[in-house]
């Protein structure tokens, strides 16, 4: 899956949020910018990481921006 196809499963609003995106033979990965905050991986974590879409997508809904 290439970051296009990637990029396609995160809404809009969040878009802006993400520094690159890949999937590799671990499985996919999103790289968020500075001052954003995937909140449904660890505290203060950037990096999601995931084997499956369905999973990728419960990971994206819990992208936020920090204060």
Known sequence: MTKDQIMR???N???EA???AWQD???I???L???WNADRMDYRCRTIHEDTVKDLRY???GIRKLK
């Open 9 to 11: 499963y995160i809404p």
């Open 25 to 27: 033979s671990d499985g």
């Open 13 to 15: 609003g969040k878009r």
């Open 59 to 61: 990971q994206i809904a």
């Open 33 to 35: 910018k500075e001052g």
């Open 29 to 31: 990965w999103i790289m």
């Open 18 to 20: 993400v520094y690159d």
